[in-house]
Every structure is written in structure tokens, then in C-alpha cells.
């Protein structure tokens, strides 16, 4: 089920259910949030684009495996889908796998009040929240500034938890 829309309702976001006919949308939104950094390779415009189309399929292939019950979703503004929201539900943590808007809804709150919702929908349920992030992304601050602290360090990316709130 998606988190309760609270925070980012005031945005105009729903959620829906990711269907095969959204893979596009989705290997579109991937590319788009690795388009700096492969274009710093200097490799041919047609070579990045086969490259970030072949990590889109690995990444989404691995999602699928690794969380078999996980959730996809995609983020709409009105009839606009703007993003993709995974979660995984485990024992103890809500597993945030990934929150991706296209360039466009970057920047102005929304992917905060997505998160915001997510952890609010965690902690009603007596969970924390856990993500990876790569050290350089910026949302890094956003979560720090939400409460997360590094786990675990692996390399390129970093795990961030936010605990389950104190059940008093």
C-alpha cells in the first residue's frame, strides 16, 4: 500500500501501480538522473545512451530479484508521471529502494515530502526507514536534515537509517 499522501498531497501527488507499459517512463527518469555523470565519460551520444539503457535494465532486474514483495510506484502530478517511488517492507524497517523524479520536479520540495510521508507511514507503524544514497547525491543533506545517520559505509554508496520512533 503507498504511504498516505499528507505532505505531498499539498504538491498535487498521487501514486499508482508501476505496470510493464511504464518501463519506458521508467529507463527515461533513470537516464535522466545519470545523464551528467556518463556524459563525463566523453564517450559518443549513442554509446551513453546504450550504456544507461543496459544499467536501467540491470538495476531494474536486480530490483525485481532482490525484493520480490516490493512495491512500485509511480509518481504523478495531476496526469503527469513525474517519478518512481520502490519501498520494501521488512520486519523492522521500511525500506526506502529508491525515490527518482525527473529534472523538472527536482529542487522544489517534492521528493522531500514524498520521503516525509514515507517516514511518517513507518513510524505509525512502530518501523524506521532505511536508503542508499551515493555520497555525492545531494539528497544526502535532505536526509540528514530528516534524521538519518549513516549505517553502513559501502563504498559508493552509503546506507542511511532513520530508527522507529521510541514505542512509549
Known sequence: MPPPLEAAAEFGISYRSMTDEDLPFVARLYAATR???????????????????????????????????????????????????????????????????????????????IVADVVADAAARGKGVCLYVEKFNPARRLYARMGFTVAEDLGVYDRMVLSPPDPA
Open 35 to 113: 545523464a551528467e555523470e556518463v556524459a563525463a565519460t566523453g564517450w559518443p551520444p549513442e554509446t551513453q545512451a546504450a550504456f544507461l539503457e543496459q544499467q536501467h535494465r540491470a538495476q531494474h532486474s536486480h530490483y525485481q530479484n532482490v525484493y520480490t514483495t516490493g512495491e512500485w510506484l509511480i509518481v504523478e502530478r495531476g496526469a503527469d508521471a513525474i517519478g518512481r517511488l520502490y519501498l520494501f517492507e521488512g520486519a523492522e524497517l521500511l525500506e526506502l529502494i529508491d525515490i527518482s523524479l525527473v529534472p523538472e520536479a527536482r529542487g522544489a520540495g517534492v521528493g522531500g515530502a
